[in-house]
Structure formats: C-alpha cells, structure tokens
C-alpha cells in the first residue's frame, strides 16, 4: 500500500487557491480512477482505490496546512508502513506554474505543510511538486501563494490535472522520470 497525501487547507473558501493544488491532484486522481467514497480518518479525508497492481490511499488533511503532519503521520502509523510508502503533492513556488517535478526527500523551503510532515514522519518521503511560480518579490509570496488562480489559468490548471491524473500510474509503480516526462508531453501537446 502506497499513501498518497495532497496539501491544502479545508474549506470552500480555500478551493482555489494556489496552495490547495495537491489537494485538487487527489481530487482528480480519485475521480479519474474511480476510487471508493470519501471517508472521514486520519483527521482527514480519505479515499481508496488501485493504480494497476498497487492499492493507494488518497488523503487530505483536515488539519490546516501547517498541522498535517500529524494527519500523515497517523495514517503511516496505523498501517505501519515506512517513509518511502508516502507521496506528498504539493505547491511549489520555485517552478513555473503547471510544471511537473518529483523528488525524494529534501527541504522543506519555507513550506509549512512540508515542514510539519517533516517533523512528524522524516523528510526523506516522494514529493511531487507542483508549480504555481514566484511573484518576482517575496513580499508578494503570501497573496500569491493564498490568492486564487486567475481566470486565465484555469486551462493550464485543467491541462495540467488531467496529465497527473492520466499518468499517475507511473508514480504508483516508482517510476518517477517516466511520470514526468509523459506529463511534459501531454503538456507540449497543448501548448
């Protein structure tokens, strides 16, 4: 079993928000493949299902942004399942918006969701980063990063879910590079 984990914050007021994109990947992934119900645990929101052979876990921590660690770390615990079972989506400032990464363990540069995953399970766990972009001054980071996408980014945005969510199955069998680079081709096709 792989755990599967998008960061946001609760509520509709954050929906759309730039730092609720991992949760949006979830989302998609969960209704792409046709997972089972929303289920309240972990305190967060679950949903199981298969990619291929492999049985995952989607969750979305209740907890705040800057709590959901202990969400993740609940759900590590209860199966008793290593770091390297865990995959963390999530926003990134430091990629062009839409942009695809993944990478194992590192920093958590300045993200709080990160850090409180970090402190409660390790750092060393899969991270696919989801690029929203830099506003250009750090001063504007914090509306950037809690503000909406624009109207005009709703199609990238689109584009860019619906290549996660067709690929996804290459992360569910650790095949990092090939995820990536088919989603830079879904997303070339587009452009």
């Known amino acids: ?4 984990v ?3 914050n609760p509520g509709p007021r954050y929906a759309m928000h730039r730092h609720n994109v991992g949760f949006m990947a979830c989302d998609l992934i969960a209704d792409m493949h046709d997972f089972g119900p929303v289920q309240k645990r972990f305190q967060g929101w679950t949903q199981e299902g298969r990619l291929g052979a492999e049985k995952i876990l989607l969750l979305k921590p209740a ?3 800057n709590e959901s660690g202990r969400a993740v770390g609940d759900a590590l615990r209860f199966y008793k399942l290593p ?7 999530h926003d990134e400032l430091d990629l062009a918006p839409f942009k695809i ?13 990160l850090r409180s995953i970090d402190s409660h399970c390790g ?15 750090k001063d504007r980071v914090h509306g950037h990063v809690l503000g909406n996408y624009a109207k005009s980014e709703i199609d990238g945005l689109t584009d860019m879910l619906a290549a996660i969510g067709a690929e996804a199955h290459w992360l ?10 088919e989603i830079a081709l879904r997303q070339q096709a587009t452009d």
């Open 6 to 8: 998008g960061l946001g």
């Open 63 to 65: 907890t705040f942004m």
């Open 123 to 137: 750092p060393e766990f899969r991270r696919v980063r989801i690029g929203i972009g830099h506003p250009g001054h």
């Open 83 to 89: 770091i390297d079972a865990l995959t963390v989506f």
């Open 1 to 4: 079993m792989q755990i599967w």
């Open 101 to 113: 990464k993944v990478k194992i363990g590192g920093g958590h540069a300045g993200h709080n969701g």
């Open 172 to 181: 569910a069998t650790g095949d990092n590079a090939r995820f990536m680079s």
